[in-house]
Structure formats: structure tokens, C-alpha cells
């Protein structure tokens, strides 16, 4: 297991994708970057003083891979007086303070076996890191992505589906948006909410894949019971649940 390391950074950029959601991009002010895909981090806005305690702080799921650490990426949906307080403050060259790695969901298990991404919001963020990842290390592994968003504005990882789909030879995605509002994406997408049932389904045809749920509660618990509805061994379903 790494060891815990607490790290200033630098804010370098911050993409806007709606009122609510942006990406943090944060440069390492001091080396020990080391994590696993799909492990998460504390972040605080104020600094970190050694002789006491770890300030206030929220945690986030890194949305780059390990192979790629010449930055950080957080993705921050704004809920709650904390990540308003982030989106009212925080600018590009401002410092702040983050410690990891954390986090048992990591993709150790799947790197040799089918797997099942399935990811509604911000709860793609961990898959972001798996796909970089994947791709950095040329994986061959049959790798399913099922992405849910509101709107085409929130499609946050289009050009990273394309390269996952030019570089990686057992890849592929089903993206469904909930709201069209005029806005074009150049990725093939499904209106609606993600179909738990037809995903479920298509999936079992696969050869024992593990499952990876990220996103709202209510999406996690309808995917859990009908995974296990069909007799998924809950050994190959990984969770990440966040409120």
C-alpha cells in the first residue's frame, strides 16, 4: 500500500462544463505523486500546517491516470457549503493542499478479466484514470463503458472516448443524455437515462465481467439489484458511492 503523502499544489487551470461543474487542474509543488486508477484524495483550500492537525477538507476521486502525473485532475460538482466555497474562491495560481492516495476502488482486479464501467455525473471521474490508464499500458481487456449525464455540456470525457476508441482494441461505450438542449456532441449518444436492464443484459454475455458502479446513490442501488438479480457474485461488483 503507498504511503500517505500531504502535497501543496498549484491551481494551473480550471474547466467550466456547467454552473455546477468544473475541473480543477493542479500542478504538484513537491514530488511523492503515487496512486493507483481509481483512488481518491483529500483536498483543502487552506494550508497545511505540520505541527497541527489536517485542516477542513473534501475528498474527490483523481481524474488522471498514474501514468499521467505531470498533473492532477479533480472534478467538482458544487453540493454543499464546501465545493461553493471552492467555486467562489479558488482561482488559476492559487496553492492549496491535498494528501494520497486512499481508496480501495482501484481496477487491480479487472486489468486481466471483461469489465463493466458504469458511471452516472462526476462519477466518471475514477474511469477517466482507468482509461488513461488502460491506454498507457496498452491494454487488451474487453472494457465496456456506460455513461449517463443531464446534458451534452456535461459530456466531460468525449475526446478521451475517442482515443480510448482508436488505441484500445476491445473497447466500447453506450452514453445516454437525459436533456437535449441544442448543443451537438460529435460522440453517438442515446436520449434518455442509462437502461439498467439492457445493460445488465448485454453485459452477461461477457466472460465473468467485473462490474464498476460510479455515481448518484439512486443509480448504484438499481444497478446492485439488478446485477444481483442475475446472479452477479457480489466479489465482481465494485462500488464508488457518493453523495
Known amino acids: 500500500m503507498a504511503v500517505v503523502r500531504k502535497i501543496p ?7 467550466y462544463f456547467s454552473e455546477n461543474v468544473r475541473l480543477y487542474r493542479l500542478e504538484a509543488l513537491r514530488p511523492g505523486i503515487s496512486f493507483k486508477a481509481g483512488q481518491f484524495l483529500h483536498f483543502s ?34 453540493i454543499g457549503e464546501y465545493t461553493t466555497k471552492m467555486f467562489d474562491n479558488l482561482k488559476v495560481g492559487d496553492e492549496a493542499w491535498i494528501k494520497l492516495p486512499y481508496g480501495i476502488f482501484n481496477f487491480d482486479d479487472s486489468l486481466h478479466k471483461d469489465t463493466v464501467l458504469i458511471a452516472g455525473g462526476t462519477g466518471i471521474s475514477p474511469f477517466i484514470s482507468f482509461l488513461q490508464y488502460a491506454i498507457d499500458i496498452k ?11 443531464r446534458n451534452p455540456d456535461l459530456l466531460i ?10 488505441k484500445l482494441s476491445n473497447f466500447n461505450y453506450s452514453i445516454h443524455v437525459e436533456e437535449l438542449d ?11 437515462q442509462l437502461p439498467v436492464n439492457e445493460i445488465v443484459s448485454k453485459s452477461l454475455k461477457l466472460n465473468d465481467p467485473v462490474f464498476y458502479l460510479s455515481g448518484p446513490p439512486a443509480m448504484i442501488l438499481a444497478f446492485d439489484k ?11 461488483i465494485k462500488y464508488d458511492n457518493w453523495e
Open 157 to 166: 470525457i468525449q475526446d478521451l472516448v475517442k482515443e480510448a476508441e482508436n
Open 226 to 236: 439488478e446485477l444481483k438479480a442475475n446472479n452477479i457474485k457480489q466479489s465482481n
Open 45 to 78: 483550500i487552506d494550508a497545511y500546517d505540520p505541527s497541527y492537525n489536517w485542516p477542513e477538507s473534501r475528498v474527490f476521486s483523481i481524474a488522471n491516470s498514474p501514468t499521467r502525473t505531470q498533473f492532477i485532475d479533480i472534478l467538482v460538482s458544487k
Open 182 to 192: 441544442g448543443n451537438k456532441s460529435d460522440l453517438k449518444f442515446y436520449t434518455g
Open 9 to 15: 499544489v498549484k491551481i494551473v487551470e480550471i474547466q
Open 139 to 149: 491494454l487488451d481487456t474487453v472494457i465496456h463503458l456506460n455513461y449517463g449525464v
